[in-house]
């Protein structure tokens, strides 16, 4: 059985870093394709970052710069460094696992609130 289990969400002033981790079991991160999602309240869910299966990394434009996407493969956890964060940030944030052609395992989600 496929888990995705998160951890590291909280409340954070305007400005700080939140790191999220994503613990993965039932299925290795290696050769997937993985991301990041959030949604705010009254939002569409939106992808915040990605990592392809070969290392290509992409990211929302409004992340750019600030959020950084990994993982350990030693671990089988994936990451997203969020630095400098904004009030918009605020969302519940959520891992993914894509297995090709069209299987997706997803977190439970995290809240990540930033105060102004």
């Known amino acids: 059985q496929v888990q995705l289990v998160e951890s590291g969400g909280g409340l954070v002033q305007a400005g700080g870093s939140v790191t999220l981790s994503c613990a993965a079991s039932g299925i290795t991160l290696l050769a997937l394709d993985i991301g990041w999602y959030r949604q705010a309240p009254g939002k569409q869910r939106e992808l915040v970052a990605a990592?392809?299966?070969?290392?290509?990394?992409n990211y929302l434009d409004a992340v750019k710069g600030r959020f950084t996407i990994s993982r350990d493969i030693a671990k089988n956890t994936m990451y997203l460094q969020m630095n400098t964060l904004q009030p918009e940030d605020t969302a519940v944030y959520s891992c993914?696992?894509?297995?090709?052609?069209?299987?997706?395992?997803w977190g439970q989600g995290t809240q990540v609130t930033v105060s102004s």
């Open positions: 990592r392809r299966v070969g290392g290509i990394t």
């Open positions: 993914n696992v894509h297995k090709r052609p069209a299987t997706d395992y």
